[in-house]
């Protein structure tokens, strides 16, 4: 397959790194391209199949689907499904939980430094993809991808945004989760069903992150062929056998298990390989994960399975 990315977005640097290891091809020109994945919401001329990333709509956009939204609440949860311009949507209902706070119990900086997520079988936000006006929109503008209800759980479920793609870490997730090649799961959707298993992404970076971006130059040890299986580099070159960098944000280490624990810790030991001076990342976010879980659980909107 011939793949044509309109921009380096994170959501398209997800998808380019799996591309590229699996043997498709990446060009430099839509009309080259069987695939076009972008990370801009638009409407779009191509004939050719395309992939969308993160983009949320307006709130004008949302109040004319009939669709209440509170985008001044923060987000603890989401759901999502994938759409089809052409087969509509996809059973599996992805659910995850962004992780805020660069210490752990969510202390420190508040960026999102990880996300966890599982697909069910049913939840009572499946409702929201149903929208007439939503589905009108999607086809209007030949989309295909995840689409998001970014959600605020507490004694009830508040939406505070619709986004296409998986906001936060969620793009790292859904490439981690795909048992075949990625590009066979973009043609046949309905064919290739994704791993029903726990998957944890982790941002790895080190200090002063995230006060500068930029530190001195450091070498990266540990990046095994095994490693670099579940580990999504942000930054750094490699020259000959080395590989070093000048950022502070180092790259997305992935993990997918029955569990939430064992995918916790699979991505932490992922991170703890790889060998750099002060580097950060959490390792509670299976606890912090549970708590929201379990309160998404009682509204109906995780499903019945444990974590």
Not at 38 to 62: A, N, R, W, Y
Not at 210 to 219: A, G, I, M, Q, T
């Amino acid at each position: 397959m011939k793949v044509y990315f309109t921009d380096d977005s994170l959501f398209t640097k997800a998808l380019k790194y799996r591309v590229q290891a699996e043997g498709d091809k990446i060009v430099g020109s839509a009309e080259s391209s069987d695939i076009i994945v972008s990370g801009v919401l638009k409407e779009h001329d191509f004939d050719q199949l395309i992939i969308g990333g993160d983009s949320v709509f307006p709130q004008p956009v949302t109040e004319s689907f009939g669709i209440d939204c509170e985008p001044e609440l923060s987000v603890n949860s989401l759901v999502a499904k994938w759409w089809n311009c052409v087969g509509g949507w996809a059973d599996q209902t992805l659910v995850g939980f962004p992780i805020f706070g660069m210490m752990n119990q969510n202390l420190g900086a508040q960026e999102n430094v990880g996300f966890a997520s599982r697909y069910v079988s049913e939840s009572c936000a499946d409702v929201y993809f149903e929208n007439p006006g939503l589905q009108d929109t999607l086809k209007q503008i030949k989309y295909s991808g995840f689409v998001s209800t970014l959600l605020w759980c507490e004694e009830d479920v508040h939406i505070v945004k619709i986004a296409t793609g998986i906001p936060f870490l969620g793009s790292f997730n859904f490439v981690e989760g795909v048992p075949g090649k990625i590009t066979d799961f973009f043609t046949d959707p309905f064919g290739n069903r994704l791993l029903e298993s726990w998957v944890v992404s982790l941002l790895l970076t080190r200090f002063p992150y995230p006060l500068d971006k930029r530190s001195e130059r450091v070498f990266i040890k540990g990046l095994t062929e095994s490693v670099e299986r579940h580990f999504w580099m942000l930054s750094g070159q490699k020259h000959r056998k080395s590989t070093f960098t000048d950022e502070t944000l180092v790259g997305i280490a992935t993990a997918w298990a029955p569990s939430l624990y064992r995918a916790a810790r699979r991505a932490e030991s992922t991170c703890w390989n790889l060998q750099f001076p002060l580097k950060q990342f959490r390792t509670d976010v299976d606890e912090e994960t549970k708590k929201v879980w379990s309160l998404a659980s009682e509204l109906g909107i995780a499903g019945e399975r444990d974590a």
